[in-house]
């Protein structure tokens, strides 16, 4: 992806609505990251503090719009105005993106991941010219593995202390899907 100033997104889908992280996100933010399975399987501080969820909102997810290489976005329940949910989609070079994501731990099991996720891919592909989306994880997260095979990705294998987690090198799962195998809506 480019480096361009970037209107941010405003995705829809049949339950969710997704749009840029606002300052009224830093409170349900810094709830949800309390979460023992966020700070287990992401790169969130932990202990996760309220400053924590300020910097996400106003430098991390601000900067990633304005620059275009992180687009990333608050997921609502529509029928309740709840946040369920964030998604990203981080430049990994010419045509590439990482997705990552996370729910809350009350909004899980719903589908709601895999409905999200499937938005933020089409939209990386129709906007931002995406040839190949990349998911990874840490190797044993059974449930983002769960969630990137049911969107369509495809599992590539282990790489061997690939990805750093607060100062220690983790092996990743990898696995990806391509511009031409994103489900229609
Ligand atoms: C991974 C995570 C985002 C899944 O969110 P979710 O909203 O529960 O996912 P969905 O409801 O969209 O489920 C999608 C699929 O995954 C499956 N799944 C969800 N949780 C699962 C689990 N714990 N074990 C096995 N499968 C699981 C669902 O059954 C569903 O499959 P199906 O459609 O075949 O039934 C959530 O568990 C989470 O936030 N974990 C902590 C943070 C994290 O790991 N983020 C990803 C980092 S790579």
Redesign the pocket.
Known sequence: MSDSILAPAVLETERLLLRAPAPEDVGPIFEICQ?P??Q???VVPSPYRPEDAEFFVHKLAADGWRTGRYPSWCVFEKATGAL??TQSLADRGPGSAE???????A???????????LAVCRWGVAERGLRRIE????VG???????????GFTMEGTLRSFAPQRGQWRDVWMGSLLATEVPSA
């Open positions: 979460d399975e966020i287990r399987w992401t369920v949910g997705v990552g994501y996370w729910a809350a731990p909004a899980r099991g719903r589908g709601f991941t895999v409905e999200a996720l998911w990874t994880a840490y997260n059974e449930p983002s593995r769960a969630v990137a095979r049911r969107a």
